[in-house]
């Protein structure tokens, strides 16, 4: 919530790096955030630790900080609900489906896209051991990167199939292909989900030629976007602006790339309306 403010001190290993989409922009991001997170390692897993466990393990800092978020938690019960499905704790909604240890500590490269939007982002950012952005260069966080709920998320730990993914998620072709399924808004379409996963993506196959220039093509745009963002984010505040400048910086890159996941799928000439 928006009217909800905590500060305090928490364990190093209490504390994440994430990447809410609204920092995404293609082949790039403005910054991570950091942010505390009740999660724990048992082996290469992730886990779930309540206030009862953190006081046993004398995590006193992060104890204080789950009983603060839970008196919160109380305070608002009528609006803790996700559909028609009431969350007991603010564990549960944090780990709702799963979708917070179900993740990979280990793994070293993570390629996101935004839940929605109008149009796709994606880009690789390192997981595993030091996590950093242009404003936090070098910072260590002990936990690592953790997907946000507002994006979708892949892990590899081969930095060629991450490029590679974020390549052809940010092929104009495949923008284009999931416009007619997008539900729409005032502003036009919204909601990407997992609309770009139903396509026929192909795995990475490093003795494919077209996967690896698609590979080699999304390290050179990662590598274009981290020196330009900072500037641009600087003159814009909007991200549709800043992902707009970014589209137009890589307009060259984009077009070499489209034609090749054009080959990928198929697809020649223009999409019918």
Request: net charge positive; proline share 4%.
């Amino acid at each position: 919530w928006k009217d909800v403010h905590m500060s305090g001190n928490v364990e190093a290993r209490f504390l994440y790096a994430t990447l809410p989409s609204g920092d995404l922009a293609p082949f790039g991001y403005t910054r991570l955030r950091l942010v505390v997170l009740p999660v724990g390692r048992e082996g290469g897993r992730l886990v779930m630790v309540n206030r009862d466990l953190a006081l046993e393990q004398g995590y006193l800092g992060l104890a204080e900080w789950l009983a603060r978020a839970e008196s919160e938690w109380a305070a608002k019960a009528s609006r803790n609900e996700v559909g028609h499905l009431r969350m007991p704790s603010v564990l549960d909604r944090l780990n709702y489906q799963r979708n917070l240890t179900r993740q990979k500590p280990t793994a070293m490269y993570k390629v996101l896209y935004n839940r929605s939007g109008t149009n796709l982002a994606a880009a690789v950012v390192q997981g595993a051991g030091y996590v950093s952005s242009p404003q936090d260069e070098g910072l260590k966080l002990t936990g690592g990167f953790v997907g946000d709920f507002d994006t979708y998320l892949f892990e590899t730990d081969a930095l060629e199939e991450a490029n590679y993914l974020a390549a052809v998620l940010n092929s104009p072709i495949l923008d284009a292909l999931i416009k007619s399924s997008q539900t729409r808004g005032l502003f036009g379409a919204r909601d990407i989900a997992s609309r770009p996963l139903r396509l026929p993506i192909p795995q990475f196959n490093g003795g494919n030629q077209a996967h690896r220039r698609l590979a080699e093509m999304g390290q050179e745009c990662h590598s274009v976007v981290a020196a330009a963002l900072p500037e641009i984010a600087a003159r814009y505040r909007s991200t549709g602006k800043i992902r707009g400048e970014v589209r137009r910086l890589l307009a060259p890159q984009l077009a070499e790339i489209d034609g090749l996941v054009r080959g990928l799928l198929g697809i020649s000439g223009r999409l019918d309306a």
